[in-house]
């Protein structure tokens, strides 16, 4: 069965510091796909990235940047230079490629506290 | 907006009465899935459809069920309802039904249950 651990219940951070979001993951399936969503404290669970199992080259958009690491089964998240905006929770999520696990399985997630 | 509607947005009401929450998907997409939501469960996937046909099922109630309409809206049936319930519910919706595919979620229905 997949399984997605955020092991990281609460983060805070001043602002402009970095911070690295943790996910680890388990799955049999050799085809898969993570995945990190936002929740902002209005509710609504936002998309920010997907990666499939065969690309495990690392991702930058802006300030977000992800590291995907197979052999640790990781696929870690990190703000750089965080700002207030970005207090949320964050969650990691994973689907299989068959089977029964294609929905998305996700992690118990991580509130992210920055401070001004 | 993402394009994925639910409605209501709140819902409060009393232990065994039955409610029903309604999603329409984002354009073009052909797949629906509800998930819920609660403090001590996380995020829970319950129940996805395809095209109208269930595809997958999670951990869902008996007391809960779900259909996809011909113009691919769908509702979520609760029932006999307990205090346990009380969480919000989230519809989301892709493309395709495989596990490829990105998730749109909608914002939520937040159910109360007294």
């Known amino acids: 069965a997949q399984k997605v651990t955020q092991a990281q219940t609460e983060i805070s951070v001043v602002e402009k510091e970095d911070v690295t979001l943790d996910c680890v993951y388990e799955?049999?399936?050799?085809?898969?796909?993570l995945f990190w969503y936002k929740q902002p404290p209005s509710g609504e669970l936002v998309f920010l990235i997907r990666?499939?199992?065969?690309?495990?080259q690392n991702e930058i958009s802006g300030r977000y940047s992800w590291n995907f690491q197979k052999s640790t089964s990781s696929f870690n998240f990190t703000i750089t230079a965080s700002q207030v905006v970005d207090s949320a929770v964050y969650f990691c999520?994973?689907?299989?490629?068959?089977?029964?696990?294609?929905?998305?399985?996700f992690g118990s997630g991580t509130q992210l506290t920055v401070l001004p | 907006d993402s394009g994925v509607t639910q409605t209501p947005k709140h819902l409060i009401t009393a232990t065994g009465q039955r409610v029903t929450l309604r999603c329409s998907p984002r354009?073009?997409?052909?797949?629906v899935y509800w998930y819920q939501q609660s403090l001590d469960q996380g995020l829970q996937f319950l129940i996805q459809?395809?095209?109208?046909?269930?595809?997958a099922k999670g951990n869902i109630l008996e007391r809960f069920s779900a259909q996809q309409f011909p113009d691919l809206h769908s509702e979520l049936n609760l029932s006999s309802l307990e205090l346990g319930d009380s969480a919000l519910y989230f519809c989301?919706?892709?493309?395709?039904?495989?596990?490829?595919?990105?998730?749109?979620f909608g914002a939520g229905s937040r159910l109360t249950v007294l």
């Open positions: 459809y395809y095209n109208g046909e269930e595809r």
């Open positions: 354009s073009g997409d052909l797949s």
């Open positions: 799955t049999r399936d050799t085809t898969y796909y």
């Open positions: 999520a994973l689907s299989e490629h068959s089977g029964s696990a294609r929905q998305l399985t």
């Open positions: 990666r499939n199992s065969f690309d495990e």
């Open positions: 989301a919706s892709s493309e395709g039904g495989s596990g490829a595919n990105v998730l749109t």
